[in-house]
Structure formats: C-alpha cells, structure tokens
C-alpha cells in the first residue's frame, strides 16, 4: 500500500467520522458541492454527490436542489458539467421548480454566495441546509454556509475522499501527492482558527434581509426558552465570573462617569449592579416583563421601561449621554433599527458601549458547549440547537458592518486573550461615538 493510499483512507475516515451529524428530520434546501468534470463527463466523486442529493431530495420533495458548476479546468467544462447534471434530475424526475442552477463559480465561497442570491430572488431562504461534500473539503464547507446562511440550521453529509487522476483533470492530478495532503490539512486548520476572517469580504457581498425571520417555536419551546434565559442570568454571573466582569466592567472602564444611561436588553439588572447609582440617572429597557418586574424590585432608584430598542422609544433626540448594550445586538431580527435608534437618542458628543460574543468562533463554540449547552441539556433534556438559533442570529462582522454606518470605533477589546482575532476569544467590547454628518 502507498503513502497515499494510506493517507487517503485515514484522512476520509477522520474527516467523515468528525463530520457526520445527526439525520436531519427535514431540509429545505439540498447542496451538492461539485468536483468538476473532465472531456469524458462527471467525477466519480460529483455523481455521487449528485445521486446522494437525489437520494435526499425524494426523501424531502419540497427541498430545492442548488449547484454550480466549476468549468475552470478546460474550455468547455462548464456546458458537459451542467448537462450531465441536468441529465442526472431528469432521469429521476426532479422537477424544474425543484432546481435552482446558478452558472459558473470558481469557489465554494462564490458558490454559496450565488445559491443565497437565487434564493433571494425566488423568496424562499432556508431555515435547514444539507450540504453534500468530500470529507477533506467538510471542515471548510461548513464555515463557508454557516456564514453565508447564519439564520440556517447546516446539516453535513460526507462522501469518501476520491483521488481524481483522470485525464484532462489536472488539478486532480496535482492533488493525488503526499505534499498536497499535508498542505490540506494546514490550509484547513488556517480556515478553521482564521476563518471567519477570511470569509468576512464575502459576507459583506451577501446582502442580509432585514428583518430577519427568526424560527417558529412551539409553545413549549418558548416557555423552555423564556425559563432557560431567566436561569442563564441568575447562574452566569456566579459559574463564570471572569467571562461576566469582562462583559459588565467594560462598558464603565470605557465610558464616562455619571450622567444619564440607557441600558438596551438590560436581563436581571447585572449591569446595574456594576454602576453607581449615586451619579447616574440610570434608565433600563428590557423586554420580557417578568425580568423587568425583578429589576424593579432589586433596584428602586432605576427607570425601568418594558420595551422593543427595535422600535421607536419614548425619548427624546440627544437625551443620553451613554448608551450600552451587553450581549443584546446578536438577538436583535432588526438590528439596523436599534442601531439607529441608538444613534437617535444618544447626545452627539455621548458613547455607546457594546459586548458582543465571538459567535461561530472556536473557543467561543468550546466554552457554549462545556457551559450553556451542558447546562441546557441536562436542565431540559433536550438538546441546546434550537434553542441558540432562535437567540443569536447576527454574527460578529454582520453588527460590525451595520455600527459603521452610524458610529466610528474608539476602542475595541477582545476578551480573554488580546488578539485580535473571533475564533481565540469569547467576547469583544466595543466603545464607539456618532458619526458626524
């Protein structure tokens, strides 16, 4: 056996083993990651990825099946890549209506972006995607459309790692080397810790809908939900105290002291435990009324408002001096209205503090599954994915990109290790002040 058989196995199993989930119940849309097509027709590897979509699309008969097509290895590649596959559905009677093919792409990245376009343009986003890979590519393919479809449950289905060594196929070619494996595997861990840095530019091509549409809950699940978020408040602060003193000291490290404060999603009043109340005229917006009941009882002195920060509030333009938001702005299906609401009622020359986690980021999803999951999970006997999927629907760079419209950073800090980087830290701070016009 050669060293790249060996490899090859080993590799396929780990990368299958590690990426399969369990079966989804549903899904509404159906990704066939392709492997191009040599002069003779389809990869072995791309057919079987697209018998595999089939095998799932009459499994879910209102799923839509997406694809492009590479057509990068040779003139011409594109026209026998995109036919066979047409030939493939037809064969099995998949409708038209049931296909959505977007044209040439180079990239994973491109692809998913073209499938959220033509999504778009039908009116149809998904809440569940599975997508169908070779196991080396699964690590980065998940990335790729978790970022792309954040509002999206991802489901991954792996085929073996197939070595193409075809003729008119260079790039398989190339790939069937020791060198290539061992490069792989880097460029992936790289994807992996740096990713969502890498794929930040392509987010900003895929435009978000606003509002977004959050999950539709069964009452149970919001009554788990509702009771879940009042218990997270009243044991986070005491089970990870260090993570809650960076989230609730630094809005006050990095704002003046005194005046008069907004807090938006202001919970059980942790952050009002922090403040002195002596030189601040403290006002607390919160949500859910049974929270806002409690904050009324632990801290008289403080104006508390049940409210929406996505929806006009009762104050006037230029009435605060700060304005702070502690793990709020990733909940928000309107954030573009909140931040603008923010910037209404904060005076010109005020602050606006705001925490928010480093959602999809390595450590971050290590530290959810050792703590809220775990919790969760042994709380309610129920597993902790539909609950976070209602709850944080924006990530990091998607807030980032709507604050810039209205604030310039002052400060940002991320939490606990200094780089700045989303996948080797929790949190991040950020101080920022109004844009002049």
């Given at each position: 056996?050669?060293?790249?058989?060996?490899?090859?196995?080993?590799?396929?199993?780990?990368?299958?083993?590690?990426?399969?989930?369990?079966?989804?119940?549903?899904?509404?849309?159906?990704v066939p990651i392709s492997y191009?097509?040599?002069?003779?027709?389809?990869?072995?590897?791309?057919?079987?990825?697209?018998?595999?979509?089939?095998?799932?699309?009459?499994?879910?008969?209102?799923?839509?099946?997406?694809?492009?097509n590479a057509g990068y290895v040779f003139e011409g590649a594109t026209e026998i890549e995109s036919s066979q596959k047409r030939q493939i559905l037809k064969k099995a009677s998949i409708p038209d209506t049931s296909v959505l093919e977007t044209g040439q792409t180079s990239n994973s990245i491109q692809e998913a972006q073209a499938i959220r376009r033509g999504l778009g343009e039908r009116g149809r986003m998904p809440r569940r995607i599975l997508i169908i890979t070779g196991a080396m590519h699964a690590p980065s393919a998940r990335?790729?459309?978790?970022t792309a479809f954040p509002e999206a449950e991802i489901f991954i289905r792996c085929i073996p790692y197939r070595?193409?060594?075809?003729?008119?196929?260079?790039?398989?070619?190339?790939?069937s080397t020791p060198i290539w494996f061992a490069a792989n595997i880097v460029r992936h861990i790289l994807i992996l810790i740096f990713g969502l840095g890498i794929t930040r530019r392509f987010r900003?091509?895929?435009?978000?809908?606003?509002?977004?549409?959050?999950?539709?809950?069964?009452?149970?699940?919001?009554?788990?939900k509702d009771d879940f978020m009042k218990y997270w408040h009243e044991v986070s602060p005491q089970k990870y105290s260090l993570y809650d003193r960076f989230n609730r000291k630094y809005p006050i490290r990095n704002s003046p002291p005194g005046g008069r404060v907004l807090e938006i999603g202001a919970g059980l009043g942790e952050q009002i435990a922090q403040e002195n109340l002596d030189i601040t005229e403290y006002h607390a917006l919160e949500l859910l009324p049974e929270m806002a009941a409690e904050i009324r009882q632990r801290f008289p002195r403080v104006h508390v408002i049940v409210g929406d920060c996505q929806k006009r509030l009762d104050f006037p333009d230029a009435f605060f001096d700060r304005v702070q938001a502690v793990h709020v702005l990733e909940h928000l299906p309107d954030l573009p209205a909140a931040i603008r609401e923010v910037r209404r009622v904060l005076k010109p020359d005020g602050v606006f503090s705001a925490?928010?986690?480093c959602e999809s980021g390595l450590m971050h999803r290590i530290a959810r599954f050792i703590s809220a999951e775990r919790i969760f999970k042994k709380r309610y006997g129920m597993d902790y994915g539909w609950c976070i999927r209602s709850e944080h629907?924006?990530?990091?760079?998607?807030?980032?990109?709507?604050?810039?419209?209205?604030?310039?950073?002052?400060?940002?800090?991320f939490f606990p290790l200094l780089i700045p980087s989303l996948h080797l830290n929790l949190a991040i701070g950020i101080t920022l002040r109004k844009k002049t016009a």
């Open positions: 056996m050669t060293l790249n058989n060996v490899l090859e196995k080993f590799i396929g199993w780990y990368a299958c083993e590690s990426c399969q989930e369990k079966e989804p119940d549903t899904t509404d849309l159906i191009c097509a040599t002069r003779q027709g389809l990869t072995a590897a791309t057919r079987e990825n697209f018998l595999l979509a089939i095998h799932y699309a009459k499994q879910f008969p209102n799923a839509v099946i997406a694809f492009s990335l790729i459309w978790r070595m193409e060594t075809q003729k008119d196929h260079p790039v398989a070619v190339q790939r900003h091509h895929v435009p978000s809908k606003w509002p977004k549409k959050t999950p539709d809950l069964t009452d149970e699940q919001k009554a788990i925490v928010i986690p629907i924006n990530m990091p760079d998607e807030i980032a990109e709507e604050l810039n419209r209205h604030f310039t950073v002052v400060k940002r800090t």
